[in-house]
């Protein structure tokens, strides 16, 4: 697949002398969704910031679709819509005004039948009238969505677009970002939840402090990095784990009630059901059962500590 | 050129005004026709006429002056500092739009409110006195260049200011006091002696007495100079903006 979006050597090095970003590169694929995973201050939003405009690249060249985002930005940045991360909108613009504003902006004609169409599709119709200091956060967040689809953009970046957001609204966001894909829309999207990009990319990219340190595809990341925990609430408190246990990478909490089991989930044998087998066969019973995904962070302790 | 971009700007920017209504024309004319009441009468009664103008008469060019720098500078100062403190300034910066057509569209929506609201001023004095304006080409003309260029001086201290404190210290310490010390409600030549020499710093001196000029076909400065004031003012704020957006000050880190 050609790539839509074409990131060389950027750098970024702010005027404090805090480097958000040391040469990264990075290709997307044209109609793909690519989560972008990263810790707090990894330069996830700095590297969007710089593709969308709005800060200045220290190095490099991006192009997006072909066309230089410097020298041939009106064609480039028409291409692109954004959704950031914090809910900035003019609170006092009524919903309907402020996505027409969004197309102006973006040089396209009025079309209040795709606008129309676009707030529908994000339950935002009733609320047209309404102004946007009205609106409750998971409402705001749609019409960020709206105001970056309104002038039909190829490229759609959504930055931690669930961070906050009720269960209910994240289904539907994913369903919207599958529905886009089906249109051809790229999708680049960062994240803190490995599920999001689990749920919605087709490639992960990690990046952390400022530096891309792997881009795989998504599959292979979660069979390489996909660890899970089985935790056992014991009905008699365990003083130490059984010798006979010790083939499984077990953890007993201090008070001996909560015995922890970590497997790689992608395993062809992860050893839960034996384990299970082994416990009730030396009469250690258990009152609730529950597993745990391995959390972005915990896989990022893992990636960074095999990098040499 | 993105004028549909131009367009929606200007849009929100003149809405904002219709929206607020009672700051942006409301307050101005009450606050004008206090001016009247007060100055016209306490202080007209003292002084009947200045350079064979009624006192009223001739005070109404300053008080237009007045609210046009201080409104245009509010206008467009508020205009492009209010994205930048919710942040929705991104959208801005992440369209396909240039400097200039951001400029265009905020310092035309700033201007244009603020003559707007220096007509809405005449018309309210046309009731207090009786006006007479000699050169109406050039009276709309200096209306127009002076928001113009206050606008742009306004959109400077909007991208400049981190805070709303910031944003009101120049129009509050320095434009305030230049517009009451440049000769809004005499001439300068009652000042006395030196007084009359320094005021001649004041760039507001100029602006009003062009101004005045095209009321009354008087002035304190000769109208070329007034004009040609204006003009270097203008370019000032217009070479500022253009190394704002050069450099990306305070807008693109």
């Known amino acids: ?96 005004a402020t996505v027409n504003y969004s197309r102006g902006l973006f040089g396209k004609p009025a079309n209040h039948g795709f606008v129309e169409k ?51 609204l994240r289904q539907d966001m994913w369903e919207m970002v599958r529905r886009l894909r089906e249109d051809g829309v790229t999708i680049i999207l960062t994240t803190h939840y490995i599920e999001e990009a689990e749920a919605m990319a087709d490639r992960v990219g990690v990046i952390n402090r400022g530096e891309i340190i792997l ?26 784990i059984p010798e006979s246990f010790s083939r499984y990478a077990l953890e007993l909490s201090p008070d001996g009630g909560q015995l922890t089991y970590t497997y790689d989930n992608q395993a062809e044998r992860p050893g839960v059901a034996s384990l299970i087998r082994d416990l009730e066969a030396s009469g250690i019973q258990f009152r609730d059962i529950d597993t745990q995904n391995s959390s972005l962070e915990e896989i990022f302790v893992n990636l960074v500590r095999r990098e040499p | 050129m993105n004028l549909r971009a131009v367009w929606a700007i200007y849009r929100v920017e003149m809405a904002r005004a219709f929206r607020t209504v009672l700051q942006s024309i409301i307050s101005p004319v009450i606050s004008t026709s206090l001016y009247f009441v007060v100055f016209g009468s306490a202080i007209g009664s003292r002084i009947t006429e200045i350079d064979g103008i009624s006192y009223g008469a001739f005070i109404v060019p300053g008080l237009i002056m007045l609210s046009l720098l201080t409104q245009s500078i509010s206008n467009a100062s508020f205009a492009i500092y209010f994205p930048k403190f919710v942040g929705s300034i991104y959208e801005l910066l992440s369209a396909p739009v240039s400097y200039l057509e951001i400029v265009i569209a905020y310092v035309g929506g700033a201007a244009t409110k603020s003559i707007i609201l220096g007509l809405i001023i005449l018309a309210t004095a046309s009731l207090f006195v009786p006006l007479h304006i000699e050169h109406p080409f050039w009276m709309i003309g200096f209306l127009v260049l002076t928001a113009v260029t206050f606008s742009l001086f306004g959109f400077i201290i909007g991208i400049w200011a981190k805070s709303f404190e910031q944003l009101q210290l120049v129009p509050l310490l320095i434009v305030t006091p230049l517009t009451f010390l440049g000769g809004s409600f005499y001439s300068i030549h009652m000042l006395p002696g030196i007084w009359k020499t320094i005021t001649l710093f004041n760039p507001v001196v100029y602006l009003i007495s062009g101004f005045r000029w095209s009321f009354y076909g008087k002035a304190d400065v000769s109208v070329g100079v007034s004009l040609g004031m204006t003009l270097v003012f203008l370019a000032v704020c217009i070479a500022i903006v253009a190394w704002i957006f050069k450099t990306g000050y305070r807008l693109r880190n």
Not at chain 1, 32 to 41: D, W, Y
Request: charged fraction near 25%.
């Open chain 1, 1 to 96: 697949m050609p790539s839509i979006l074409s990131i060389s050597g950027v750098s970024k090095t702010y005027a404090t002398g805090f480097t958000a970003l040391k040469e990264v590169n990075l290709d997307i694929q044209r109609g793909e969704i690519f989560a972008l995973l990263g810790p707090n201050g990894a330069g996830k939003t700095t590297l969007i910031s710089i593709v969308c405009g709005i800060v200045n690249r220290s190095t490099g060249t991006v192009t997006v679709d072909g066309h230089d985002i410097s020298k041939d930005y009106r064609a480039a940045r028409s291409l692109i819509g954004l959704v950031p991360q914090e809910l900035t909108i003019d609170a006092f613009e009524s919903v309907w």
């Open chain 1, 118 to 168: 676009v707030l529908r599709d994000l339950s935002l119709w009733d609320k047209k009238d309404a102004k946007a200091i009205t609106l409750s956060g998971g409402m705001k967040r749609r019409l960020m969505i709206a105001k970056a689809l309104s002038h039909e953009p190829r490229i759609l970046f959504l930055d931690e677009p669930t961070a906050g957001v009720d269960v209910e």
């Open chain 1, 215 to 240: 881009v795989e595809n998504k599959a292979e990341l979660m069979r390489k990095l996909g660890r899970k925990r089985l935790v056992l609430e014991l009905r008699n408190p365990l003083t130490a």
